[in-house]
């Protein structure tokens, strides 16, 4: 028989608060012990390692690429810990439009798209969830938006390294 409580060990010293537990109490005991088990185990194969908080992202600059004149694109290297790209586009000329948006391609396949809005400075900042990055190469197309219409500004060429 197990007795909970706060029990004396000397004879003759009180005994407060002893009772009996429920016999389904073991049960329930032993039911959460390997509930939690596997809830462990399942963690393990099924969340990612570095799951905790993340340092935030990775900065690139980028230039324009220059139609017939290619070239090789900007290689960039993201760290694994990084959970976004903060892209920094230059322009080069004043144009100026009511909405501009950039537009993210691999392949002329549309990865991702959103509004951006011009800086002080006269360039753009993109954020893309490093969700839509994988190694390969990547086009962004920023274009401005108007009531005439849309008019493609610039591209720009960049390839994800391994």
Known sequence: ELRVGLGGSRPGQAKWGARRLPAWSYPLAASLLFGMFLLGRWSQSHLPLDAGPRAGGYFADLAPTENGKRGEPESLTIPAWADRLWLLLELG????????????????????????????????????????????RYQIRLSGKSAGGTESLATYDFVVAP
């Open 93 to 136: 000329t004043a144009d100026q439009h009511p909405r501009y948006e950039a537009a993210l391609e691999r392949d002329g396949r549309l990865l991702w798209q959103s509004a951006v809005q011009r800086n002080t400075n006269g360039a753009f900042s993109v954020e893309v969830p490093r969700g839509f990055l994988s190694d390969g």
